[in-house]
Protein backbone atom coordinates (compact mmCIF):
# COMPACT_ATOMS: atom_id res chain seq x y z
CA UNK A 1 0.00 0.00 0.00
CA UNK A 2 1.54 3.60 -0.93
CA UNK A 3 1.97 6.10 1.24
CA UNK A 4 -1.07 8.30 0.38
CA UNK A 5 -3.13 4.77 0.45
CA UNK A 6 -1.98 4.28 3.88
CA UNK A 7 -2.84 7.26 5.24
CA UNK A 8 -6.11 6.92 4.17
CA UNK A 9 -6.79 4.01 5.79
CA UNK A 10 -5.41 5.08 9.31
CA UNK A 11 -7.83 7.86 9.24
CA UNK A 12 -10.32 5.61 8.40
CA UNK A 13 -9.55 3.79 11.26
CA UNK A 14 -9.58 6.44 13.50
CA UNK A 15 -12.85 7.59 12.41
CA UNK A 16 -14.17 3.92 13.39
CA UNK A 17 -12.43 3.82 16.30
CA UNK A 18 -13.65 6.94 18.00
CA UNK A 19 -17.90 6.23 16.79
CA UNK A 20 -17.95 2.32 16.42
CA UNK A 21 -15.65 0.99 19.85
CA UNK A 22 -17.55 -0.90 22.12
CA UNK A 23 -17.47 -4.12 24.18
CA UNK A 24 -20.12 -5.65 22.54
CA UNK A 25 -18.12 -5.81 19.30
CA UNK A 26 -15.33 -7.64 20.62
CA UNK A 27 -18.41 -10.52 20.33
CA UNK A 28 -19.42 -10.02 16.44
CA UNK A 29 -18.62 -12.20 14.14
CA UNK A 30 -15.85 -11.02 10.92
CA UNK A 31 -15.85 -8.39 9.39
CA UNK A 32 -17.28 -9.04 5.75
CA UNK A 33 -16.64 -6.30 2.97
CA UNK A 34 -16.86 -6.26 -0.71
CA UNK A 35 -17.17 -3.79 -3.75
CA UNK A 36 -19.30 -4.60 -6.74
CA UNK A 37 -16.43 -3.88 -9.16
CA UNK A 38 -13.15 -3.10 -7.98
CA UNK A 39 -12.35 -0.23 -10.63
CA UNK A 40 -14.89 2.45 -12.48
CA UNK A 41 -14.33 4.25 -15.26
CA UNK A 42 -16.13 7.90 -15.69
CA UNK A 43 -16.33 10.13 -18.88
CA UNK A 44 -15.18 13.15 -19.04
CA UNK A 45 -18.07 15.10 -18.13
CA UNK A 46 -18.78 15.98 -14.92
CA UNK A 47 -21.84 13.36 -13.06
CA UNK A 48 -22.13 10.77 -10.21
CA UNK A 49 -21.93 6.52 -9.94
CA UNK A 50 -23.35 5.02 -6.94
CA UNK A 51 -20.78 1.91 -6.08
CA UNK A 52 -22.66 -1.16 -4.29
CA UNK A 53 -21.33 -2.02 -1.05
CA UNK A 54 -21.39 -5.74 0.56
CA UNK A 55 -20.86 -5.96 4.00
CA UNK A 56 -22.28 -7.51 7.32
CA UNK A 57 -21.17 -3.93 9.25
CA UNK A 58 -24.26 -0.95 9.57
CA UNK A 59 -22.56 1.88 7.94
CA UNK A 60 -19.12 2.12 6.27
CA UNK A 61 -17.00 5.33 5.49
CA UNK A 62 -15.49 6.25 2.34
CA UNK A 63 -12.82 8.86 1.44
CA UNK A 64 -11.25 9.93 -2.28
CA UNK A 65 -7.65 10.97 -2.31
CA UNK A 66 -8.37 14.11 -4.79
CA UNK A 67 -10.32 17.04 -4.93
CA UNK A 68 -12.25 16.26 -8.09
CA UNK A 69 -13.94 13.62 -7.02
CA UNK A 70 -16.08 13.02 -3.55
CA UNK A 71 -17.22 9.88 -2.10
CA UNK A 72 -20.58 9.72 -0.10
CA UNK A 73 -21.29 7.07 1.86
CA UNK A 74 -25.29 6.38 1.46
CA UNK A 75 -26.39 3.33 3.83
CA UNK A 76 -24.63 0.23 2.00
CA UNK A 77 -23.55 1.85 -1.07
CA UNK A 78 -21.11 5.00 -1.92
CA UNK A 79 -21.91 7.46 -4.59
CA UNK A 80 -19.18 9.14 -6.51
CA UNK A 81 -19.38 12.65 -7.52
CA UNK A 82 -17.31 14.04 -10.00
CA UNK A 83 -16.41 17.33 -12.05
CA UNK A 84 -15.69 17.73 -15.54
CA UNK A 85 -12.17 16.88 -16.79
CA UNK A 86 -11.12 19.80 -18.46
CA UNK A 87 -7.30 18.85 -18.98
CA UNK A 88 -5.16 16.77 -21.51
CA UNK A 89 -5.49 13.06 -21.24
CA UNK A 90 -6.97 10.90 -18.46
CA UNK A 91 -6.68 11.03 -14.81
CA UNK A 92 -6.98 8.99 -11.54
CA UNK A 93 -8.05 8.81 -8.18
CA UNK A 94 -8.42 6.07 -5.69
CA UNK A 95 -11.76 5.86 -3.46
CA UNK A 96 -11.15 4.05 0.24
CA UNK A 97 -14.15 2.62 1.40
CA UNK A 98 -14.11 0.91 4.75
CA UNK A 99 -16.44 -0.55 7.28
CA UNK A 100 -15.30 -2.23 11.02
CA UNK A 101 -11.47 -2.96 10.18
CA UNK A 102 -11.65 -3.90 6.79
CA UNK A 103 -10.50 -1.34 3.83
CA UNK A 104 -11.37 -1.41 0.10
CA UNK A 105 -9.63 0.45 -2.50
CA UNK A 106 -11.74 1.64 -5.20
CA UNK A 107 -9.74 2.77 -8.48
CA UNK A 108 -11.45 5.25 -10.42
CA UNK A 109 -10.04 6.37 -13.83
CA UNK A 110 -11.73 9.36 -15.63
CA UNK A 111 -10.97 9.90 -19.43
CA UNK A 112 -9.46 13.17 -20.94
CA UNK A 113 -9.94 15.87 -23.91
CA UNK A 114 -7.41 15.44 -26.70
CA UNK A 115 -5.22 18.69 -26.64
CA UNK A 116 -6.98 21.92 -27.26
CA UNK A 117 -5.08 24.98 -29.38
CA UNK A 118 -7.28 28.68 -29.86
CA UNK A 119 -5.34 31.53 -31.18
CA UNK A 120 -6.09 34.45 -31.16
CA UNK A 121 -6.13 36.25 -34.16
CA UNK A 122 -7.66 32.85 -34.98
CA UNK A 123 -6.59 32.98 -38.65
CA UNK A 124 -2.25 34.07 -38.14
CA UNK A 125 -1.42 36.26 -41.91
CA UNK A 126 1.67 37.94 -41.35
CA UNK A 127 2.68 40.25 -43.97
CA UNK A 128 5.53 39.88 -46.49
CA UNK A 129 8.41 41.53 -45.27
CA UNK A 130 10.42 40.62 -42.24
CA UNK A 131 8.23 40.96 -39.66
CA UNK A 132 7.24 39.93 -36.03
CA UNK A 133 3.92 39.25 -34.50
CA UNK A 134 2.56 38.01 -30.82
CA UNK A 135 -0.25 35.75 -30.65
CA UNK A 136 -2.17 35.17 -27.36
CA UNK A 137 -2.86 31.35 -26.77
CA UNK A 138 -5.06 29.24 -24.92
CA UNK A 139 -4.02 25.60 -24.64
CA UNK A 140 -5.70 23.14 -22.15
CA UNK A 141 -3.12 21.82 -20.82
CA UNK A 142 0.07 22.58 -18.26
CA UNK A 143 3.89 22.83 -19.75
CA UNK A 144 2.97 23.18 -23.85
CA UNK A 145 5.61 24.27 -26.03
CA UNK A 146 5.74 25.16 -29.84
CA UNK A 147 7.91 24.83 -32.64
CA UNK A 148 7.69 25.77 -36.34
CA UNK A 149 7.52 23.51 -38.88
CA UNK A 150 9.63 25.49 -41.55
CA UNK A 151 12.96 27.25 -41.14
CA UNK A 152 11.38 30.85 -42.16
CA UNK A 153 9.38 31.17 -39.20
CA UNK A 154 11.20 30.81 -35.88
CA UNK A 155 9.14 30.69 -32.70
CA UNK A 156 9.77 31.81 -28.95
CA UNK A 157 7.12 30.34 -26.69
CA UNK A 158 5.78 32.27 -23.72
CA UNK A 159 3.54 29.70 -21.99
CA UNK A 160 3.48 31.57 -18.22
CA UNK A 161 2.45 34.88 -20.23
CA UNK A 162 0.16 32.21 -22.50
CA UNK A 163 1.57 33.88 -25.74
CA UNK A 164 3.97 32.80 -28.69
CA UNK A 165 6.20 35.29 -30.55
CA UNK A 166 6.63 34.31 -34.26
CA UNK A 167 9.35 35.96 -36.13
CA UNK A 168 9.04 35.65 -40.19
CA UNK A 169 11.65 35.84 -43.03
CA UNK A 170 10.36 37.97 -45.97
CA UNK A 171 8.65 36.42 -48.55
CA UNK A 172 10.40 36.13 -51.56
CA UNK A 173 8.53 33.28 -52.58
CA UNK A 174 6.91 34.53 -55.97
CA UNK A 175 3.72 33.91 -54.26
CA UNK A 176 1.81 33.73 -50.88
CA UNK A 177 3.10 30.61 -48.67
CA UNK A 178 1.75 28.37 -45.62
CA UNK A 179 3.40 26.48 -43.24
CA UNK A 180 2.16 25.53 -39.64
CA UNK A 181 3.45 25.98 -35.88
CA UNK A 182 3.05 22.81 -33.40
CA UNK A 183 1.73 22.75 -30.41
CA UNK A 184 2.76 19.85 -27.36
CA UNK A 185 1.96 19.25 -24.02
CA UNK A 186 5.21 18.05 -21.75
CA UNK A 187 4.21 13.92 -21.06
CA UNK A 188 1.53 14.02 -23.60
CA UNK A 189 1.56 11.94 -27.11
CA UNK A 190 -0.93 14.22 -29.34
CA UNK A 191 0.05 17.40 -31.31
CA UNK A 192 -2.30 20.19 -32.74
CA UNK A 193 -1.15 22.07 -35.21
CA UNK A 194 -2.22 25.45 -36.04
CA UNK A 195 -1.77 27.29 -39.65
CA UNK A 196 0.47 30.40 -40.37
CA UNK A 197 0.07 31.78 -43.86
CA UNK A 198 2.35 34.69 -45.24
CA UNK A 199 1.49 37.46 -48.40
CA UNK A 200 2.92 37.72 -51.75
CA UNK A 201 5.66 40.03 -51.98
CA UNK A 202 3.31 43.06 -53.41
CA UNK A 203 3.90 43.80 -57.01
CA UNK A 204 0.69 46.17 -56.97
CA UNK A 205 -0.02 48.86 -53.91
CA UNK A 206 -2.38 50.68 -54.03
CA UNK A 207 -2.24 54.55 -52.43
CA UNK A 208 -4.48 55.83 -50.18
CA UNK A 209 -7.43 56.82 -51.71
CA UNK A 210 -10.34 58.15 -49.22
CA UNK A 211 -9.18 61.53 -50.92
CA UNK A 212 -12.17 63.01 -48.04
CA UNK A 213 -10.20 62.34 -45.24
CA UNK A 214 -6.61 62.61 -47.08
CA UNK A 215 -4.10 64.61 -44.41
CA UNK A 216 -0.38 63.80 -45.35
CA UNK A 217 0.05 62.96 -41.49
CA UNK A 218 -2.86 60.50 -41.68
CA UNK A 219 -1.32 59.21 -45.71
CA UNK A 220 2.17 59.14 -43.69
CA UNK A 221 1.16 56.47 -41.20
CA UNK A 222 -0.56 54.49 -43.53
CA UNK A 223 2.40 53.94 -45.89
CA UNK A 224 4.79 53.41 -43.13
CA UNK A 225 2.39 50.72 -41.46
CA UNK A 226 3.36 49.06 -44.76
CA UNK A 227 7.35 49.71 -45.18
CA UNK A 228 7.08 52.55 -47.21
CA UNK A 229 9.78 54.95 -46.33
CA UNK A 230 9.50 59.09 -46.79
CA UNK A 231 12.06 59.98 -49.46
CA UNK A 232 10.96 63.62 -50.16
CA UNK A 233 8.68 65.96 -49.07
CA UNK A 234 7.81 69.40 -50.96
CA UNK A 235 5.42 72.23 -50.40
CA UNK A 236 2.17 70.94 -51.53
CA UNK A 237 3.63 67.17 -51.42
CA UNK A 238 5.37 64.06 -50.33
CA UNK A 239 7.26 61.40 -52.13
CA UNK A 240 7.27 57.66 -50.65
CA UNK A 241 10.01 54.48 -51.53
CA UNK A 242 8.09 51.31 -51.37
CA UNK A 243 8.28 47.45 -50.52
CA UNK A 244 7.00 46.80 -54.26
CA UNK A 245 9.83 46.24 -56.88
CA UNK A 246 7.17 46.93 -59.58
CA UNK A 247 5.86 50.06 -58.01
CA UNK A 248 9.11 51.76 -56.89
CA UNK A 249 7.39 55.07 -55.25
CA UNK A 250 4.13 56.82 -54.91
CA UNK A 251 4.02 60.40 -54.65
CA UNK A 252 0.75 62.77 -53.08
CA UNK A 253 -0.11 65.93 -53.58
CA UNK A 254 -1.92 68.11 -51.54
CA UNK A 255 -4.82 71.20 -51.52
CA UNK A 256 -3.82 74.18 -49.99
CA UNK A 257 -6.04 73.00 -47.38
CA UNK A 258 -3.71 70.42 -46.54
CA UNK A 259 -6.48 68.29 -48.23
CA UNK A 260 -5.12 65.39 -50.76
CA UNK A 261 -5.91 66.18 -54.27
CA UNK A 262 -3.90 63.36 -56.40
CA UNK A 263 -1.67 60.29 -56.08
CA UNK A 264 0.93 58.72 -58.51
CA UNK A 265 2.12 55.34 -58.37
CA UNK A 266 5.54 55.15 -60.14
CA UNK A 267 6.14 52.13 -62.19
CA UNK A 268 9.83 50.81 -61.74
CA UNK A 269 12.38 50.45 -64.53
CA UNK A 270 12.69 46.75 -64.46
CA UNK A 271 8.71 46.65 -65.66
CA UNK A 272 9.06 49.35 -68.42
CA UNK A 273 10.43 48.98 -72.35
CA UNK A 274 10.48 51.02 -75.08
CA UNK A 275 8.53 51.35 -78.31
CA UNK A 276 9.75 51.48 -81.62
CA UNK A 277 9.69 55.47 -81.02
CA UNK A 278 12.17 54.97 -78.44
CA UNK A 279 9.52 56.09 -75.40
CA UNK A 280 9.50 54.38 -72.48
CA UNK A 281 6.23 52.16 -71.95
CA UNK A 282 5.31 49.48 -69.48
CA UNK A 283 5.29 45.96 -69.99
CA UNK A 284 2.77 43.71 -71.09
CA UNK A 285 3.30 41.53 -67.83
CA UNK A 286 3.29 44.48 -65.82
CA UNK A 287 -0.04 45.82 -67.80
CA UNK A 288 -1.55 42.35 -66.73
CA UNK A 289 -1.05 42.79 -63.62
CA UNK A 290 -2.10 46.42 -63.29
CA UNK A 291 -5.26 45.43 -64.82
CA UNK A 292 -6.03 42.72 -62.93
CA UNK A 293 -5.27 44.48 -59.36
CA UNK A 294 -7.26 47.44 -60.26
CA UNK A 295 -10.40 45.63 -61.01
CA UNK A 296 -9.68 43.09 -57.77
CA UNK A 297 -9.43 46.89 -55.73
CA UNK A 298 -12.86 48.54 -57.18
CA UNK A 299 -11.70 49.98 -59.99
CA UNK A 300 -14.68 48.01 -62.09
CA UNK A 301 -15.57 50.69 -64.88
CA UNK A 302 -13.43 51.01 -67.53
CA UNK A 303 -13.36 54.42 -69.41
CA UNK A 304 -11.03 53.52 -72.59
CA UNK A 305 -8.03 51.38 -72.52
CA UNK A 306 -6.20 53.12 -69.57
CA UNK A 307 -8.54 54.69 -67.36
CA UNK A 308 -10.88 53.18 -64.84
CA UNK A 309 -13.26 54.19 -62.80
CA UNK A 310 -13.85 53.13 -58.44
CA UNK A 311 -17.59 54.55 -58.15
CA UNK A 312 -17.29 53.46 -54.37
CA UNK A 313 -14.78 56.00 -53.94
CA UNK A 314 -15.11 58.04 -56.58
CA UNK A 315 -11.33 57.63 -57.61
CA UNK A 316 -10.35 57.55 -61.53
CA UNK A 317 -7.12 55.53 -61.97
CA UNK A 318 -5.56 56.56 -65.28
CA UNK A 319 -2.44 54.27 -66.61
CA UNK A 320 0.34 57.05 -67.80
CA UNK A 321 2.27 55.02 -70.83
CA UNK A 322 4.04 56.09 -73.48
CA UNK A 323 5.89 58.70 -71.00
CA UNK A 324 9.50 59.89 -69.76
CA UNK A 325 8.29 58.86 -66.39
CA UNK A 326 5.59 55.78 -66.49
CA UNK A 327 3.23 56.02 -63.64
CA UNK A 328 -0.45 55.12 -62.45
CA UNK A 329 -2.51 58.76 -61.56
CA UNK A 330 -4.89 58.55 -58.99
CA UNK A 331 -7.70 61.30 -59.27
CA UNK A 332 -10.96 61.93 -56.59
CA UNK A 333 -13.94 62.92 -58.60
CA UNK A 334 -16.53 64.38 -55.89
CA UNK A 335 -20.00 64.80 -56.05
CA UNK A 336 -20.80 68.08 -58.57
CA UNK A 337 -22.95 70.23 -56.02
CA UNK A 338 -24.66 72.47 -58.93
CA UNK A 339 -25.04 72.88 -62.57
CA UNK A 340 -22.00 75.52 -64.47
CA UNK A 341 -22.69 76.65 -67.51
CA UNK A 342 -19.89 76.22 -70.27
CA UNK A 343 -19.16 77.04 -73.53
CA UNK A 344 -21.74 76.42 -76.28
CA UNK A 345 -19.07 74.48 -78.22
CA UNK A 346 -15.68 74.01 -78.00
CA UNK A 347 -13.54 77.16 -78.45
CA UNK A 348 -10.94 76.47 -81.32
CA UNK A 349 -9.70 79.26 -83.35
CA UNK A 350 -10.43 78.65 -86.73
CA UNK A 351 -7.27 79.11 -87.95
CA UNK A 352 -5.39 75.86 -88.80
CA UNK A 353 -2.28 73.99 -87.76
CA UNK A 354 0.49 75.07 -90.35
CA UNK A 355 -1.02 78.27 -91.03
CA UNK A 356 0.88 81.23 -92.06
CA UNK A 357 0.94 84.25 -90.13
CA UNK A 358 -1.10 86.39 -92.48
CA UNK A 359 -4.07 84.44 -91.63
CA UNK A 360 -3.62 84.65 -88.32
CA UNK A 361 -3.85 88.66 -88.34
CA UNK A 362 -6.69 88.77 -90.55
CA UNK A 363 -8.95 86.40 -88.42
CA UNK A 364 -7.96 88.53 -85.05
CA UNK A 365 -9.07 91.80 -87.54
CA UNK A 366 -12.01 90.22 -88.46
CA UNK A 367 -12.90 89.41 -84.40
CA UNK A 368 -11.95 92.35 -82.50
CA UNK A 369 -8.16 91.14 -81.63
CA UNK A 370 -5.63 93.87 -80.75
CA UNK A 371 -2.34 93.39 -80.80
CA UNK A 372 -0.19 93.47 -78.30
CA UNK A 373 3.70 94.03 -79.52
CA UNK A 374 4.54 93.75 -75.00
CA UNK A 375 4.24 89.97 -75.38
CA UNK A 376 6.32 89.16 -77.92
CA UNK A 377 8.51 85.91 -77.45
CA UNK A 378 10.92 85.03 -79.38
CA UNK A 379 12.84 81.24 -78.74
CA UNK A 380 15.87 81.51 -81.26
CA UNK A 381 17.09 77.87 -79.99
CA UNK A 382 13.68 76.42 -80.71
CA UNK A 383 12.90 78.02 -83.43
CA UNK A 384 9.29 79.18 -81.62
CA UNK A 385 7.74 82.66 -81.61
CA UNK A 386 4.92 83.76 -79.78
CA UNK A 387 2.06 86.52 -80.13
CA UNK A 388 -0.56 87.93 -78.23
CA UNK A 389 -3.96 89.82 -78.64
CA UNK A 390 -6.42 91.25 -76.65
CA UNK A 391 -10.01 91.02 -76.92
CA UNK A 392 -11.49 94.21 -75.03
CA UNK A 393 -14.49 93.93 -76.78
CA UNK A 394 -15.32 90.63 -74.84
CA UNK A 395 -16.19 90.24 -71.01
CA UNK A 396 -15.35 86.40 -71.47
CA UNK A 397 -11.93 85.79 -73.28
CA UNK A 398 -9.02 87.71 -72.35
CA UNK A 399 -6.72 87.13 -74.71
CA UNK A 400 -5.89 84.79 -78.14
CA UNK A 401 -2.55 84.12 -78.25
CA UNK A 402 -0.16 81.97 -80.87
CA UNK A 403 2.75 79.63 -80.75
CA UNK A 404 4.43 79.95 -84.72
CA UNK A 405 7.90 78.65 -85.90
CA UNK A 406 10.59 81.04 -86.18
CA UNK A 407 13.70 80.86 -88.39
CA UNK A 408 15.93 82.67 -86.30
CA UNK A 409 18.49 83.35 -88.66
CA UNK A 410 16.30 85.16 -91.40
CA UNK A 411 14.28 86.40 -88.98
CA UNK A 412 11.31 85.53 -90.23
CA UNK A 413 8.18 84.02 -88.57
CA UNK A 414 7.14 80.68 -90.27
CA UNK A 415 3.50 78.75 -89.72
CA UNK A 416 0.86 78.20 -86.84
CA UNK A 417 1.94 75.29 -84.43
CA UNK A 418 -0.37 76.12 -81.29
CA UNK A 419 -3.13 78.57 -79.81
CA UNK A 420 -3.46 79.55 -76.33
CA UNK A 421 -6.26 80.91 -75.01
CA UNK A 422 -7.33 83.11 -71.64
CA UNK A 423 -10.70 83.06 -70.40
CA UNK A 424 -12.48 84.87 -67.74
CA UNK A 425 -14.54 82.67 -66.32
CA UNK A 426 -13.11 79.49 -64.50
CA UNK A 427 -16.60 77.97 -64.17
CA UNK A 428 -16.87 77.18 -67.95
CA UNK A 429 -14.43 74.11 -67.01
CA UNK A 430 -13.76 74.16 -63.18
CA UNK A 431 -15.22 73.97 -60.38
CA UNK A 432 -13.63 74.43 -56.83
CA UNK A 433 -13.42 71.31 -53.84
CA UNK A 434 -11.64 71.50 -51.02
CA UNK A 435 -9.19 73.25 -52.58
CA UNK A 436 -8.66 71.04 -55.76
CA UNK A 437 -10.26 72.30 -59.14
CA UNK A 438 -12.32 69.61 -60.70
CA UNK A 439 -13.50 69.26 -64.60
CA UNK A 440 -17.16 70.21 -64.46
CA UNK A 441 -19.55 67.29 -65.91
CA UNK A 442 -21.37 69.97 -68.40
CA UNK A 443 -17.57 70.53 -70.20
CA UNK A 444 -16.50 66.84 -70.15
CA UNK A 445 -20.39 66.35 -72.05
CA UNK A 446 -19.06 69.01 -74.22
CA UNK A 447 -16.05 67.21 -75.01
CA UNK A 448 -17.25 63.49 -75.03
CA UNK A 449 -20.01 65.12 -77.86
CA UNK A 450 -17.18 66.52 -79.74
CA UNK A 451 -15.23 63.62 -79.97
CA UNK A 452 -12.61 64.44 -76.89
CA UNK A 453 -11.13 61.99 -74.48
CA UNK A 454 -9.85 62.85 -70.90
CA UNK A 455 -6.30 61.52 -71.33
CA UNK A 456 -5.47 62.83 -67.66
CA UNK A 457 -2.58 65.71 -66.66
CA UNK A 458 0.70 66.34 -68.56
CA UNK A 459 3.98 65.21 -66.64
CA UNK A 460 4.25 68.33 -64.73
CA UNK A 461 0.54 67.98 -63.59
CA UNK A 462 -0.35 71.44 -64.69
CA UNK A 463 -2.93 70.75 -67.43
CA UNK A 464 -5.41 68.58 -68.06
CA UNK A 465 -5.47 66.81 -71.42
CA UNK A 466 -8.26 65.89 -73.56
CA UNK A 467 -7.47 64.33 -77.04
CA UNK A 468 -9.17 63.99 -80.34
CA UNK A 469 -7.80 61.64 -82.31
CA UNK A 470 -10.38 61.78 -85.45
CA UNK A 471 -9.47 65.34 -85.77
CA UNK A 472 -5.78 65.26 -84.66
CA UNK A 473 -6.15 67.82 -81.88
CA UNK A 474 -5.33 67.67 -78.79
CA UNK A 475 -6.68 70.82 -76.08
CA UNK A 476 -5.07 71.32 -72.74
CA UNK A 477 -7.30 73.45 -70.18
CA UNK A 478 -5.67 75.05 -67.02
CA UNK A 479 -6.58 77.85 -64.05
CA UNK A 480 -3.44 80.08 -64.16
CA UNK A 481 -2.33 83.06 -62.51
CA UNK A 482 0.52 84.85 -64.44
CA UNK A 483 2.57 87.23 -63.55
CA UNK A 484 1.91 91.04 -64.17
CA UNK A 485 -2.07 90.53 -64.66
CA UNK A 486 -4.11 91.07 -61.39
CA UNK A 487 -6.70 88.38 -62.18
CA UNK A 488 -6.58 84.46 -62.96
CA UNK A 489 -7.54 83.15 -66.21
CA UNK A 490 -8.89 79.94 -67.35
CA UNK A 491 -6.17 78.80 -70.43
CA UNK A 492 -7.31 76.78 -73.44
CA UNK A 493 -4.48 75.42 -75.34
CA UNK A 494 -4.90 73.71 -78.83
CA UNK A 495 -1.84 71.83 -80.99
CA UNK A 496 -1.49 68.88 -83.00
CA UNK A 497 -2.21 65.48 -81.19
CA UNK A 498 0.68 63.14 -82.39
CA UNK A 499 -0.40 59.58 -81.41
CA UNK A 500 2.76 58.62 -80.30
CA UNK A 501 3.18 61.12 -77.89
CA UNK A 502 0.22 61.94 -75.76
CA UNK A 503 2.40 63.72 -73.51
CA UNK A 504 4.46 66.89 -73.17
CA UNK A 505 7.29 67.12 -76.03
CA UNK A 506 10.10 68.99 -75.02
CA UNK A 507 9.22 71.41 -77.87
CA UNK A 508 5.02 71.89 -76.64
CA UNK A 509 6.47 72.00 -73.03
CA UNK A 510 8.40 75.14 -74.29
CA UNK A 511 5.56 76.84 -75.88
CA UNK A 512 3.55 76.48 -72.87
CA UNK A 513 6.66 78.08 -70.94
CA UNK A 514 6.78 81.02 -73.41
CA UNK A 515 3.77 82.73 -71.86
CA UNK A 516 3.99 84.81 -68.96
CA UNK A 517 4.96 82.34 -65.97
CA UNK A 518 1.89 82.20 -64.04
CA UNK A 519 2.52 82.72 -59.79
Request: hydrophobic residues 35%; negative net charge; aromatic residues 10%.
Amino acid sequence: MNKSLHILASLLTVLLCCFGCTPESLEKEPTMLELDKPEVRLTKDKGEMVVSVQTNEESVVAISNRDWITAVPEGKSVKLVYDENKVIGQRDAVVLVQAGDLVKALKVTQEGNALDVTTVPEAIVLEPWDSEVTISVRVNGEGWTCTSATDWIQVTSLPWKKEVILRADANKSGGARQSEIIFQVEGEAGTVAVTVKQKEWPLFLLPYIDFEYGTMSLISRFEMERRSMIKQTLTGSVTFTTTSPMMSQIAYSFSTKGVMTAAQAYIAADYTTTDKDGETMITEEAMHVIDSALLAEGFTEKQGKLRYFNPSNRVVASIKDHTYDPNIEYIYIPKQPQAYKTFDKIPYIPVAFGADYDEVKKYEQENGGVYNPDGDQYDDAHNICYFEYKVPGSKQIKSRNYYLSWDASKQKVGVLLATFQEWSDINLVYWEYNGRLNITEEFLALCEKDGFKYNGKTSDGKMDVFVNASKGVQMRTQFAHFNGEDDPSLVIMMLPYVPSNTQTSALDHKMTQMKKLWK
